[in-house]
């Protein structure tokens, strides 16, 4: 299986760095993953609703360059749907099993994600009602597709 995370900036934290390179070794056995970063736009303070909506479109035009047709997309929206890793697992074996082969998991900027790229989406996919910083999302967002395998195949590492 090909797993793209589409993701807005680069991760600038060396422990962040760490975290997300010890999950893409341990996703090696089972997927082909590949992170593909699109520039992030500068905020400014006290943005109006006007310039918010402009950056989230300009970097949604970015993700969305990135998005191929034949991939099923997962988009990490505040109000997607919530799934335990348990349910996770099976909507991901589901997807396996009617054939699916690409998905791309995407991961907004700051500001979240443009409506364009919301309805370009297959899924939208909920870790929370909080609000978590899009480098540390990376990080959770491995970690619980690892887990997810892991839970697929039975093996040790869910409890």
Same mark, same amino acid.
């Given at each position: 299986?090909?797993?793209?995370?589409?993701?807005?900036?680069?991760?600038? /934290?060396?422990?962040?760095?760490?975290?997300?390179? !010890?999950?893409? =070794? %341990?996703? +090696? %056995?089972?997927?082909?993953?590949?992170?593909?970063?699109?520039?992030?736009?500068?905020?400014?303070?006290?943005? #109006?609703?006007?310039?918010?909506?402009?950056?989230?479109?300009?970097?949604? *035009?970015?993700?969305?360059?990135?998005?191929?047709?034949?991939?099923? @997309?997962?988009?990490?929206?505040?109000? +997607?749907?919530?799934? #335990?890793?348990?349910?996770?697992?099976? !909507?991901?074996? =589901?997807?396996?099993? %009617?054939?699916?082969?690409?998905?791309?998991?995407?991961?907004?900027?700051?500001?979240?994600?443009? $409506?364009? @790229?919301? =309805?370009?989406? $297959? *899924? *939208?996919?909920?870790?929370?009602?909080?609000?978590?910083?899009?480098?540390?999302?990376?990080?959770? *967002?491995? /970690?619980?597709?690892?887990?997810?395998?892991?839970?697929?195949?039975?093996?040790?590492?869910?409890?």
């Amino acid at each position: 299986m090909q797993i793209d995370i589409v993701c807005v900036g680069k991760i600038k /934290e060396a422990f962040f760095r760490s975290a997300l390179e !010890e999950y893409k =070794k %341990r996703l +090696g %056995r089972y997927c082909r993953l590949n992170e593909l970063e699109v520039t992030d736009e500068k905020t400014p303070e006290n943005a #109006s609703e006007d310039e918010t909506r402009q950056i989230k479109e300009k970097e949604g *035009l970015r993700i969305l360059s990135k998005l191929k047709d034949d991939a099923y @997309v997962i988009a990490l929206a505040i109000e +997607g749907k919530g799934f #335990s890793s348990e349910a996770l697992a099976e !909507e991901l074996e =589901k997807l396996s099993v %009617r054939g699916v082969s690409h998905l791309q998991f995407v991961i907004g900027g700051s500001l979240g994600l443009s $409506d364009t @790229v919301l =309805k370009r989406a $297959d *899924l *939208l996919l909920s870790f929370s009602k909080m609000t978590f910083p899009h480098q540390l999302m990376r990080v959770i *967002l491995l /970690e619980q597709i690892y887990r997810t395998f892991r839970i697929r195949r039975n093996e040790p590492y869910h409890k």
